[in-house]
T-cell receptor, first 112, second 112 residues
């Protein structure tokens, strides 16, 4: 089945220790998104890729970076995680021109 | 003011009840309206998708959009314990990349 896969499902890191979360998709969608969802809050868009074009939301902290080496994979790098970065990180994909996004299962990040 | 407002609940109903979930939005550029279901510690799953005003029915689920009042609704008939989840409304439009703006989510519990 075509899907969006995120690894790992759970990640524990230490305050200030860089961490990378990964997302892969078999849907062959052009657009990939990263969202942050804190407990009992709405998912918040961090950035998205349209093919290789990276687009940052204006209020996304510089601490968050992303890479998309090819159509299938996208990475979220948190350079110096703080306690406030503990959240669920969701990856989503969509076809160009479609408003429908397909989400992965998420990676729950814990910062100690 | 948040662009999409949603009562977080929680909402608890007996099995078989009709459930009504609602959102309001403020951005007149929104043209696309979705409902996502999110089970605990999982990614959001697209449930219903509506373009502009009107109704859409899919099995036990009916989505309604009233653009004149900027009101979005989801009705669940004959609710089941398996419907217990968080329901997120989302809207998009006015951007070139399908940015979704989510409501906070309503926690629904259907008890046997």
């Amino acid at each position: 089945d075509a899907m969006v896969i995120q690894n790992p499902r759970y990640q524990v890191t230490q305050f200030g220790k860089p961490v990378t979360l990964s997302c892969s998709q078999t849907l062959n969608h052009n657009v990939m998104y990263w969202y942050q969802q804190k407990s009992s809050q709405a998912p918040k868009l961090l950035f998205h890729y349209y093919d290789k074009d990276f687009n940052n939301e204006a209020d996304t902290p510089d601490n968050f970076q992303s890479r998309r080496p090819n159509t299938s994979f996208c990475f979220l790098d948190i350079r110096s995680p703080g306690l406030g970065d503990a959240a669920m990180y969701l990856c989503a994909t969509s076809r160009v021109g479609s408003e429908t996004q397909y989400f992965g299962p998420g990676t729950r990040l814990l910062v100690l | 003011q948040k662009e999409v407002e949603q009562d977080p609940g929680p909402l608890s109903v007996p099995e078989g009840a009709i459930v009504s979930l609602n959102c309001t939005y403020s951005n007149s550029a929104f043209q696309y309206f979705m409902w996502y279901r999110q089970y605990s510690r999982k990614g959001p799953e697209l449930l219903m998708y509506t373009y502009s005003s009107g109704n859409k029915e899919d099995g036990r689920f009916t989505a309604q959009v009233d653009k004149s009042s900027k009101y979005i609704s989801l009705f669940i008939r004959d609710s089941q314990p398996s419907d217990s989840a968080t329901y997120l409304c989302a809207s998009s439009g006015g951007t070139s990349y399908g940015k979704l703006t989510f409501g906070q989510g309503t926690i629904l519990t259907v008890h046997p």
